[in-house]
């Protein structure tokens, strides 16, 4: 039996954390996974996303807090022998600083690192950092799509990252009554809804999104799934612009393919991205998709559905969301989520680095 610890900033509701969370449900049956939190204690982490519970005695805080923690790399070493692990895979920086040398002091011989991102890299400390990190834990290096390794060779020369795109599980997703979907999260039940589902800050481009929808032809309810600290602005936004009654802030939605299920589009107007998760998730709900091209957006986006808009181009954004919404969509978006980027190929991925 392999005991493999996923080590991550913090766990609560966002696309690295249900990557990990699905590696821990779906890996090899012969694995026992372990999530390990840099911030935050077990109960609070329960507390803001109750789906950990599934990790059932695996979960593991270790209350970081702000600031440079050296001690945190003791506590982590202790933690992985105590566990017994056998492999580490960690995920962003953060995590590959504390995890990735943790691992190596106790001894650990295999450490897998994925950068999800690698906007941060443009900064020439933060390509520094990510040197020094790399050099010390000495991981199997993945990217979670091409324009991300594309990145890293070029920030990091001599690196071979291997990439292995973000999935979904594509039996959770499904196209489902959108009368029902809307009539359970409040939602009118009649017109077209556009929606989005992202944290409430800044780099998620949410204030984007609303400029865009305000000036559509197409009458329209914008649906948000979210919270952040980014909230009480956007509420202001959407008064000033007079669609109060137009716009709904749903908040922390733990029915996630409900959400989906209620959409006509799904928007993603984010200022950085990855490869998102929730993009994949909308068109495996048979949603079709708007996205701005930052990132790996052009990755997880059907090519024959989707509309991939320049980052910028705000005129753009709203043509896309009035097309989107009126004319016929003549294909299914879950035909290439089911085809490309489902979690059974992700899963399979990472399984074959741990073996290696």
């Not at 969370?21 to 999530?35: F, N």
């Not at 001690?71 to 070493?77: H, K, S, T, V, W």
């Not at 957006?297 to 559905?305: G, H, K, Q």
């Amino acid at each position: 039996m392999r005991r493999v610890a996923q080590v991550v900033q913090h766990l609560q509701p966002g696309g690295i954390e249900t990557i990990v969370l699905d590696l821990a449900r779906l890996g090899a049956s012969a694995d026992e996974v372990h999530v390990i939190s840099l911030e935050g204690r077990p109960e609070t982490i329960l507390a803001n996303w109750p789906r950990a519970g599934e990790l059932s005695g695996r979960l593991h805080g270790m209350d970081k807090q702000p600031g440079v923690a050296p001690r945190l790399l003791m506590d982590l070493r202790r933690l992985f022998k105590r566990l017994n692990i056998d492999i580490v895979h960690t995920h962003h920086i953060g995590p590959l600083i504390y995890g990735g040398v943790a691992a190596r002091l106790a001894g650990i011989r295999h450490v897998v690192h994925t950068e999800h991102d690698a906007w941060h890299l443009a900064g020439r400390r933060r390509r520094m950092v990510e040197r020094l990190a790399l050099s010390l834990a000495r991981p199997a290096l993945a990217a979670d799509a091409d324009i991300v390794a594309d990145a890293l060779r070029r920030a990091i020369p001599g690196c071979r990252p291997t990439v292995i795109w973000n999935g979904i599980d594509t039996d959770r997703f499904l196209p489902g009554d959108q009368h029902a979907a809307r009539a359970a999260l409040g939602l009118p039940l009649e017109g077209p809804i556009i929606g989005t589902a992202a944290r409430l800050e800044t780099v998620k481009g949410v204030d984007r999104l609303i400029e865009a929808f305000a000036r559509l032809d197409t009458p329209a309810t914008l649906a948000i799934a979210g919270s952040g600290s980014e909230l009480a602005n956007l509420t202001a936004q959407v008064t000033a612009l007079g669609l109060d009654g137009r716009v709904n802030f749903l908040g922390r939605v733990d029915t996630m393919p409900r959400f989906y299920q209620a959409l006509d589009v799904f928007c993603l107007a984010s200022r950085h991205e990855g490869l998102p998760l929730s993009l994949l998730e909308a068109q495996a709900s048979g949603v079709r998709a708007v996205a701005l091209d930052v990132g790996g957006v052009r990755d997880a986006l059907c090519p024959s559905t989707g509309y991939l808009i320049k980052d910028g181009d705000e005129a753009g954004l709203t043509t896309a969301l009035d097309q989107a919404i009126s004319l016929p969509c003549l294909t299914d978006p879950r035909d290439f989520v089911v085809a490309s980027r489902n979690i059974t190929a992700m899963v399979r991925g990472y399984d074959q680095l741990y073996a290696a």
